[in-house]
């Protein structure tokens, strides 16, 4: 069950961004609503609310999950004219090959990863294994490598919002 699908396809901080704008509205109207005489602090009343409405919508969007089909970056991007014309991916990739340039290991994983995606399949360790001719504990140790170094070089933003374009 995903509770957050009304979110997929949103950015960080667009994610961020919606949760705050519908935090406000309740937060707004609980001030509007709030009876001093009932002996309950502002602050504790307001989180209540806040809380509770939150949780109301994870609710709902849980309950849509299943009639909605979510929406598969990799899928999407699996098109070498889909992946040729979204210019937010190949500046990103373009960021990513360029900060790999000292690490030829890790350049060619990526690369390996690029291809597998190119020919529209899902890039897995296994995958990758077999075309870089190593074994899935060498390409999962990449990846983790590869993640540690996006971490690193701040370059995990943009490739979220690469993913989201």
């Keep these: 069950m995903d509770s957050d699908f009304g979110y997929h ?11 705050m704008g519908e935090t406000f509205e309740v937060f ?17 009343h307001a989180a209540n609310k806040v809380k509770w409405q939150l949780q109301t ?17 990799i899928e999407n ?7 040729e014309n979204n210019v937010y991916l190949k500046d990103a990739i373009d960021a990513i090959k360029r900060s790999l ?4 290991t890790l350049l060619r994983y990526f ?6 995606c190119y020919d529209g399949l899902n890039p897995t360790d296994a995958e990758a294994a077999r075309r870089m ?4 504990a060498s390409t999962n140790n990449y990846r ?11 370059l995990v933003e943009d490739c979220r919002m690469a993913l989201a374009a």
């Design 133 to 136: 001719g190593c074994t899935r």
């Design 77 to 83: 991007c699996s098109a070498p004219n889909d992946m």
């Design 28 to 44: 707004l109207k609980t001030a509007q609503e709030f009876d001093a005489t009932l002996g309950v602090p502002f602050m504790a």
């Design 111 to 116: 690369d390996t990863l690029m291809d597998i």
């Design 101 to 104: 340039k000292g690490n030829p």
């Design 57 to 73: 919508n994870k609710r709902e969007n849980a309950k849509r999950d299943d009639r909605e089909e979510p929406l598969d970056y």
């Design 144 to 154: 983790k490598q590869l993640l540690q170094h996006l971490n690193d070089y701040n």
């Design 9 to 19: 396809g949103y950015s960080v901080a667009d994610r961020r961004a919606a949760v």
